[in-house]
């Protein structure tokens, strides 16, 4: 029954083998870029959204459908929603931005239609240009999390 | 039908596995109808040659089986991996709703031809080692179950190739973009929110009670019989748990998002593959080295079986060793 003493120094090599496979991989897809944490996509910095939850450091998505995505499976989060003009590149409170909802993707994958602007001048401007609509009150992207102005 | 390079290979291993599985079931019942010495010496041979090829048909079909369903997922602009195209069909009228039962019954079909498959086999390894083939009875009829299943696998493989799936889109799936207003919906964790530490905490204790008893029985403290029943129960145990395990804690530790789809790892964290595999090597070994006792006990087997045995519960022990090592590692440096 007892296994010869080679079994035991080749499972020893094979388990070692084994263990040092996922620092490999991990050193391999090292990738410093910050990513969305509802679908794991590199996150552009012209439409990246940030949700801090009290006195969590914060979560950051790649566009506005993410951040609402992650929102719904969190309806009891209290947060702060800080969501970037696209104009600027500036992170802005959610309260003050401006939603356009447009025929323009700002990404193939995800599929998001949701502008975000820090004035409404712009907002209305691409609205006009994208066959978009301005979205607020009971439209705003977040009117379900008390965040809308 | 989607045709490329991955669904031919499929089609024609699944029409291998088709014409070794009828070949094998025919001659399992046609025993009767030997009439010559030199047939009744010949023929279990051919058939023992027929399920190593019917084996090693059925080993092949499985990792093809996720290379075919990888290589849909560019089929579709809203599918993302290969969850995505496990949806595929889902809620249509046409005969795409087919598809996602299928998938289902071939994803159970796999790993079972494999078990069916290695039981079959160290069965044959003790048949080896007696003298009088007393074991031949036994082996001819474990092909019969071996046989039916991939004839069932290999039906189903070629129904889900052969149905159209182009025209039908998804209703929604974890891995999908239908963004309008988010059809595409987050794959849902199966135990709700929550970090759940029993789970891991009980399946750590689990799979060690399991390694341990293994290394009781190979040392040769314990005689296999009065400890192999509880290492089968504690395997089956584990199966399950270690399924749940890898939806709810390794695919969101190892992702690094709140994604509960164990199809990522294939594709983002490909060396958890192994893990998984050495997890299942670990519980079908436990399994075979059942197997072994249960139906390899003969007179002339009494010599070679606790060898066996022990050999496959090493086996064993590796595989629920390097799957434990792997997710520990993985999980301190995710």
């Known amino acids: 029954m007892k296994p010869p003493v080679s079994w035991w120094w080749a499972a020893l090599v094979g388990l070692v083998a084994i263990g040092t496979l996922p620092v490999i991989g991990h050193w391999v897809r ?14 552009d910095s012209a439409f990246r959204v940030r949700i801090e939850v009290e006195s969590d450091s914060g979560t950051e998505f790649c566009d506005v459908s993410c951040a609402r995505s992650w929102l719904a499976g969190h309806r009891s989060a209290s947060s702060r929603i800080l969501v970037t003009d696209e104009e600027s590149g500036d992170l802005m409170e959610s309260t003050d931005a401006f939603f356009v909802r447009s025929s323009i993707i700002t990404n193939s994958i995800t599929g998001n239609r949701w502008h975000v602007f820090g004035t409404r001048d712009r907002a209305l401007q691409h609205a006009r240009e994208s066959r978009g609509r301005l979205m607020s009150e009971s439209d705003h992207p977040f009117a379900t999390h008390g965040n809308v102005p | 039908m989607i045709v490329n390079a991955y669904a031919v290979l499929a089609a024609f291993v699944g029409l291998l596995q088709l014409a070794f599985g009828l070949l094998v079931i025919r001659f399992s019942f046609d025993r009767g109808g030997i009439a010559t010495k030199s047939e009744l010496e010949e023929r279990p041979y051919l058939l023992l040659l027929l399920s190593f090829l019917l084996i090693g048909a059925n080993l092949a079909s499985w990792p093809l089986l996720y290379s075919l369903l990888q290589s849909y997922v ?11 195209v496990t949806q595929i069909g889902r809620g249509s009228l046409g005969s795409s709703r087919h598809l996602p039962w299928l998938l289902v019954t071939v994803q159970c079909t796999k790993p079972l031809l494999v078990f069916l ?15 009088t083939a007393v074991l031949m009875p036994r082996l ?62 009980i399946l750590v204790l689990l799979v060690t009670g399991l390694c341990l008893g293994i290394l009781t029985v190979i040392r040769g403290r314990v005689d296999h019989r009065r400890i192999l029943p509880g290492l089968i129960a504690g395997a089956l145990i584990a199966m399950p748990l270690g399924g749940l395990f890898l939806v709810e804690i390794a695919s969101p530790v190892l992702l690094e998002r709140p994604h509960y789809c164990p199809y990522d790892l294939i594709g983002e964290v490909p060396e958890s593959v192994l893990g998984v595999v050495l997890f299942v090597l670990g519980g079908f070994s436990v399994g075979w080295a059942g197997v072994l006792g249960r139906w390899g006990r ?37």
Request: charged content about 15%; overall charge negative.
């Open chain 2, 74 to 84: 560019p089929s579709w602009p809203d599918v993302m991996c290969i969850y995505g």
């Open chain 2, 298 to 334: 003969v007179e002339e087997t009494q010599s070679v079986l606790p060898r066996l045995i022990g050999s496959l519960l090493f086996l064993g022990l590796f595989g629920y060793l390097g799957s434990m090592i792997m997710f520990i590692v993985e999980f301190s440096l995710s």
């Open chain 2, 117 to 131: 498959g290695g039981s079959w086999f160290v069965l044959y390894l003790a048949n080896r080692a007696t003298r």
């Open chain 2, 140 to 201: 001819l009829r474990g092909l019969l179950p071996l046989g039916v299943v991939s004839v069932v696998d290999s039906v189903c493989v070629a129904s889900y190739l052969a149905i159209g799936k182009q025209e039908h889109s998804l209703s929604a799936g974890c891995c999908t973009s239908q963004l309008a207003d988010r059809s595409r919906v987050l794959s849902e964790s199966l135990l709700g929110a929550g970090s759940h530490p029993w789970l891991t905490a």
């Open chain 1, 30 to 43: 090292a990738d410093d870029r910050p990513r969305c944490h509802f679908d794991g996509l590199v996150i």
